[in-house]
């Protein structure tokens, strides 16, 4: 199955709190699962990644966690603030039909951080 | 890491016309994108532009709709021909400049809408 799921749609925390998104997906040929952080008008930039081999990476205030076994992968933004107000995909990387490499998006989540 | 530029950034267009968009790298890459974006929706992928090969198209794409041009490697165009209303999006091309479709920069997106 060439897809992921992402949950939820949108989110709405209070600064300082720890907004997590969620995904999961079924093809286990994936082989790096990033997120991406979208801002209005903006194209998206990548935030973070993580191999399949890793349960947990940090990079600043953004965590990923990650199951195999379950095959669910999480984004935690941890004392989150105004400025990370905007929407966030995640993604896996597989082979195209082609034989190249692409990546598939999830749905994203529109999150708001209220001051 | 690579700057990525689009042109035209919006555009307003007549059904059955066509519109060319272009897309500058600031630096050499192989692996190009071309990706169209709902507002408030997800990314899906429209073809893979790897300079020196033919473009590969996703399920739903095809060339005679959205031919796309790879002349260097650091420029592509993608054309939206015949265009309908239902054409109306965001375009977005990105580069994946380590070789990792994990780790793709996003151009700003060209905006299009048809009526």
């Known amino acids: 199955q060439q897809q992921v799921k992402q949950s939820p749609q949108s989110l709405i925390v209070q600064k300082g709190g720890i907004p997590i998104i969620n995904c999961a997906y079924e093809?286990?040929?994936?082989?790096?699962f990033p997120w991406y952080q979208q801002f209005p008008g903006k194209g998206p930039a990548l935030l973070i990644a993580?191999?399949?081999?890793?349960s947990e990476k940090k990079e600043g205030r953004f965590t990923i966690s990650f199951n195999k076994s379950a095959k669910q992968f999480s984004l935690h933004i941890m004392d989150s603030q105004p400025g990370d107000s905007a929407t966030y995909f995640c993604a896996a990387s597989t082979i195209g039909s082609g034989g190249y490499n692409k990546l598939i998006f999830g749905a994203g989540t529109r999150l708001a951080v209220h001051p | 890491s690579a700057v990525i530029s689009q042109k035209p950034s919006r555009d307003i267009c007549q059904r059955g016309t066509s519109l060319t968009i272009q897309c500058q790298v600031d630096s050499q890459v192989t692996m190009m994108f071309w990706y169209r974006q709902q507002p408030g929706q997800s990314l899906t992928l429209i073809a893979t532009?790897?300079?020196?090969?033919?473009?590969?198209?996703e399920s739903g794409f095809v060339i005679d709709k959205f031919p796309i041009s790879r002349p260097n490697l650091t420029f592509s165009t993608l054309t939206v021909s015949n265009m309908s209303p239902e054409d109306s999006s965001i375009y977005l091309c990105s580069v994946a400049p380590t070789g990792y479709s994990y780790e793709q920069y996003f151009g700003p997106g060209t905006r299009l809408t048809v009526t």
């Open positions: 093809n286990t040929a994936f082989d790096y």
């Open positions: 532009a790897n300079q020196g090969s033919e473009a590969t198209y």
């Open positions: 993580i191999r399949p081999d890793v």
